[in-house]
């Protein structure tokens, strides 16, 4: 594993449910001008699985079991609880990144972000994706399939809590727009990286 004073970027991307940082994250890593330089890291989840989601793409779906034994084990670099599911970063992923020079790209909760600027305080760039205004949040949140009413309200308290620690990011990007929102990330990644 490359050592904590390696160059490598590791962007730490967060925002409550529905501030859209997941969609940003994925125009980010798909784009031409940072091709071959970041990979999207893949977390463990006891979450089930959504219908519109792939295994091994979105999440490696596990057992609360499985998940257990692999914090015991230390193969989970940082992990949450949010809404009754874990969540966690796997150690061997970013460790297989930062060896060959890529910038691993991790979507997690405030959490999670606060921990991999701890363990990496050389690496970590932290981007906070806010949603133009808390009441849109709801609606995008609420357009979300499948999700109960209690589980929406629940999102919507967490996401008012996670806006409130912004302050302790890097970086806060407004996602008023997605293609200047993309493009603002995309300009961050591209410094970060120089
Ligand atoms: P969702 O259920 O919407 O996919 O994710 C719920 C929350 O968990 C989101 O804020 C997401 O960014 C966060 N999350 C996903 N994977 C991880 C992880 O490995 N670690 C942490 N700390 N948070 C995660």
Redesign the pocket.
């Known amino acids: 594993m490359k050592s904590q004073n390696s160059k490598v970027p590791i962007f730490v991307i ?1 925002g409550p ?1 529905g501030s859209g940082k997941t969609t940003l994250a994925e125009i980010l890593i798909t784009s031409k001008k940072l091709k071959n330089k970041l990979i999207r890291s893949v ?1 463990v ?1 006891t ?1 089930p699985k959504r219908q519109e989601e792939k295994r091994g793409k979105d999440y490696f779906f596990v057992s609360q079991g499985r998940f257990k034994h692999l914090v015991r084990v230390k193969k989970i670099l ?3 609880r ?1 809404l009754g599911y874990y ?3 796997p150690k061997s992923l970013v460790d297989k990144y930062l060896a060959r020079n890529l910038s691993p790209v991790l ?3 405030v ?2 972000a606060l921990r991999i600027k701890k363990i990496y305080p050389l690496n970590a760039v932290t981007i906070f994706i806010l949603p133009p205004k808390v009441q849109d949040l709801r609606l995008r949140i609420e357009k979300r399939s499948r999700l109960k009413p209690g589980e929406i309200r629940k999102r919507l308290e967490i996401a008012r809590k996670e806006i409130s620690l912004r302050k302790l990011y890097d970086y806060t990007i407004v996602n008023r727009d997605l293609k200047q929102a993309s493009k603002c990330l995309r300009d961050i990644v591209l410094k970060e990286l120089k």
């Open positions: 967060s449910s977390s989840t979450r940082e992990w949450t949010y969540y966690g970063t979507c997690l909760d959490k999670g």
